[in-house]
């Protein structure tokens, strides 16, 4: 895969809670997670490649695509399983096929008032 992938973001959840796992449920094209669920969320540049990233999870975990947006600049996914370690395990190999480790993430902006 293309050395030229910057992390935007990268996070796991251990356990999504109610409200979250609804708010994702409506705005996902995918399979829709439920309350309880860990889920593993990334962003990448160029967007293009989080097809192939996402493929990397689903041949190997056993997980399920919630979503999966690719826009011309970034690509965002999220998978998701009622086994923790499956997702850490769908996580860990996506940023590795990526060439990337999750402390690579782009810091947040933080602006004050």
Request: glycine share 8%; net charge neutral.
């Amino acid at each position: 895969m293309s050395t030229n992938i910057e992390l935007r973001g990268a996070v796991f959840i251990d356990q999504m809670q109610p409200q979250f796992a609804a708010t994702v449920a409506t705005n996902s094209d995918g399979f829709f997670p439920v309350s309880g669920e860990a889920s593993f969320w990334l962003e990448v540049r160029p967007g293009i490649v989080i097809n192939r990233l996402m493929d990397v999870a689903l041949k190997a975990c056993d997980v399920k695509p919630g979503a999966l947006i690719t826009e011309r600049s970034y690509g965002t996914l999220e998978v998701h399983s009622p086994d923790q370690g499956m997702v850490r395990q769908a996580g860990a190999l996506i940023l590795k096929a990526a060439g990337l480790e999750a402390g690579a993430a782009l810091a947040p902006n933080i602006t004050r008032r």
